[in-house]
């Protein structure tokens, strides 16, 4: 069902110029995400203004037409794609840093800002942003809000749940509302900005955030374990968290995923059962003292290599390895799932065994790498959706790898949301009082529905 | 209007014995809080199980019967204290630690287990729980996530919002759920754990919660630096919350809290316009560098003198000025408010010129020290009730605190919570949409309003 005439003055008045895009070509590139998902939106909004947004939602709950936030698209589960039709809200132009404040150790941004646009204006403060996702030159802080973005820091600093202090959003209701203040400290009510963080769109659009800035270390250290298997790996993930000195990225490679690796990355790669990148990062003269203390928590049964830089280029070569994994897995499949499933890190080894067997049994090849010390792993499903065989089994392949994920008091999701990719899933993952609660808050919030519909909560 | 018969029948099956108070005298001490406010309950049951609270919260819900959780009672603003009567559920006798789990780095309680007696448990494993009230030997879990407790050890490891995974829980409708994961990493769906927090037993009662522990560091220095006034005082903890080295603690005392701890306490507290507390902890070898780069950034325009002590007895010299202050607040006045109002760091300096000018305004002295890191303030109005005109003036002074803290954009309380004492400023502080949209979260939970009603949200 098109826009009707009435509706599209309203919005030429609202978004005068080039901020309406009606024409299917303009439109199109706004339906799609990075996980390959796209749908055609009537339209596509793009606000400068808190005021404009707010005039939107109120526009959309009058006429109940469906409203999709967007960022930069660079989501994984289709949270951003206005399936069905309706409209999408793109924030790029509301991109401005509002303030930076050392003292109080705060930004404030609208959520058009990119991440990496953020991370390179406070690091001139000596300040970063804990969240640090893979796409982060690419995507936005508001995108980063939606579905919790994490990235390797947040072993350390937390996601994006943990570094934001207060929003400024409006609901689904037309109603616009302040949470938060630029303290590290509250318990003055419900915790309404922590509750945004992570529903993807579908409670209130974020106009304004508060983010928590930490400062810049001077130094840094990465040390490379190499490890005989998963098991032996997984054990001492669970000795350098144990310690007190918490690293600043500790990611994990599978033994496949080394191999691919190095078949892209060349021999300088090594073999390994299992590979952790340890990082570590503090004041220059605390360092060796640092490291030390992790090098001794990596050493243990099954380590085959512990190699530790802090030359820049000796930590490239550590990093390469890591590098080197997203064109291999390119290379030897045209489709990729890539799932962020999360279990208690001690469950990573049989996580792995698990997930050996699943790609046995159904004939697809997995490649698992991710965050260890969170227990965050990127398990990646690469077939050919060609091969009639292994396209068939994809979905039943998927299913299991989230069965197993569950049986291990797993969850879905640890830094890409839920979307549409995982939301056949959640009735599995989440107890049904919690998804009726959840169902009960997203009415209040968006009483007619019209923010994100048939995203994050199952039908 | 007291119990019926048939559910006065129905809770003695329930909880037989010696689980169910109804003489004045046995409910009366399950009736009063450290806020010195009381109000008798009709009866007060003790369960120990988490089905025995479902059952509870069914037939309250069913009688509409108002529910009032409590723990130790050592909350400060009234939360627990059963205004209007109707029943107190003691979660004393819920006190098991289900399981300490070193590998994943989380402990399992229920919400009657002491703070301190969780602490002593996890160090044995190497490990904390990052809320440290001053309360700790007596206070409970359930009643530290009720409110959302802090500490001097939030300014580096967040208070109980940040320290929660997941909770089992009794919604005020009779239904039970689970949300959360023993993982550090989660972003599936709306974050229910967290909403708790801080919620004061107004939404759910928490029968069960996975906490994340943080390993016990080897050592550990402290510093004492004194400054001519609080400006310059707050400028160091600006510079010290600028820089890399995140200390564990960061405490001040203003220059009343010093003279009356030097009173009660001896010379060895020093005369100062204000004081800082440092504390740094770390690996042993590790630990000089730090200590000396707080140091380096506690040096600044004001500073009067600094120590840094590791040595355990010159530490317990160094936080004798902060232990002398509690036994002379009460020896100057017989009655206290004790507010702990939060404002961004850089605005301590207004805040504590400002309360200077509302105590002489008023006659009422007021002392000031806290958790500097956080901004977060115990605000403490020393008088006598009995004087007629202190205590006319009392609480106009306490109002003004307040238009004073949200004048600075900060909240009325860092790890209190609100209760009965600060519902009446709710409507100052928080924006009237964020209030609404509390009330409706509110109503999906405990639809009757059977769960510590005339609480935290205003009327």
């Known amino acids: 069902m098109p826009l009707s005439p009435p509706v599209l003055d309203r919005l030429r008045t609202l978004f005068p110029g080039d901020a309406l895009l009606t024409a299917p070509a303009d439109c199109a590139p706004y339906g799609r995400d990075d996980s390959k998902r796209e749908a055609l939106p009537d339209a596509v909004v793009l606000p400068t203004t808190h005021a404009q947004v707010l005039d939107l939602v109120r526009l959309c709950r009058e006429h109940r037409l469906p409203l999709f936030a967007r960022g930069r698209g660079t989501g994984t589960t289709g ?7 309706g409209l999408v809200v793109g924030f790029e132009r509301m991109n401005k840093i509002l303030a930076i404040d050392a003292d109080n150790r705060v930004a404030v941004v609208e959520p058009g800002v990119l991440n990496g646009d953020l991370q390179a204006a406070v690091a001139a403060h ?3 942003w804990p969240p640090d996702p893979a796409s982060a030159a690419t995507c936005t802080v508001g995108g980063n809000i939606a579905c919790n973005a994490g990235g390797p820091r947040a072993v350390k600093h937390g996601a994006t749940r943990d570094n934001v202090l207060a929003v400024r959003a409006v609901a689904g209701s037309g109603e616009d ?3 938060g203040k630029a303290t590290s400290k509250a318990a003055t009510g419900y915790d309404l900005a922590r509750l945004m963080v992570g529903s993807e769109g ?7 955030a508060t983010l928590k800035l930490v400062p810049l270390a001077s130094a840094r250290a990465t040390l490379r374990a190499t490890y005989v298997d998963i098991e032996t790996a997984a054990a001492a993930v669970a000795r350098i968290m144990a310690q007190p000195v918490t690293p600043c990225a500790l990611e994990f490679m599978d033994d496949e995923a080394l191999r691919l690796a190095r078949l892209h990355g060349g021999e300088a790669i090594p073999v390994a059962g299992a590979l952790l990148l340890i990082e570590v ?3 220059a003269d605390a360092l060796p003292a640092a490291a030390e203390a992790l090098a001794h928590a990596a050493r243990g049964a099954g380590l085959i290599d512990l190699a530790i830089a802090s030359d820049p280029r000796d930590v490239e070569a550590i990093w390469a390895a890591r590098k080197a994994l997203s064109p291999s897995l390119r290379s030897i499949a045209p489709k990729k799932i890539n799932e962020d499933v999360v279990v208690p890190v001690s469950r990573l ?7 050996k067997a699943i790609s046995a049994r159904h004939g697809i090849p997995i490649v698992n790498f991710g965050h260890a010390g969170n227990g965050n792993v990127h398990v990646n499903l690469l077939y050919h959706p060609d091969d009639p065989a292994q396209a068939a089994q994809a979905p039943a392949c998927l299913s299991a790898v989230f069965d197993l994920v569950l049986s291990l008091d797993g969850t879905l999701s640890g830094e890409h949301g839920i979307g549409l990719a995982k939301r056949p899933f959640m009735r599995r993952a989440l107890d ?6 959840m169902r009960r808050i997203k009415t209040q919030f968006d009483p007619d529905g019209i923010l994100n519909p048939g995203k994050l909560l199952p039908d």
Chains 1, 2 share one sequence.
Request: charged share 15%.
């Open 79 to 85: 949270a951003a794609v206005p399936l069905g039709g």
């Open 202 to 208: 579908t409670l209130a659009l974020v106009t304004e």
């Open 281 to 283: 990062d503090g004041e």
């Open 432 to 437: 049904p009082v919690a998804i009726e609660l």
């Open 126 to 128: 000596g300040f970063f």
């Open 349 to 355: 080894p049989a996580l792995v065994a698990g997930l």
């Open 177 to 179: 509302f302040r949470f």
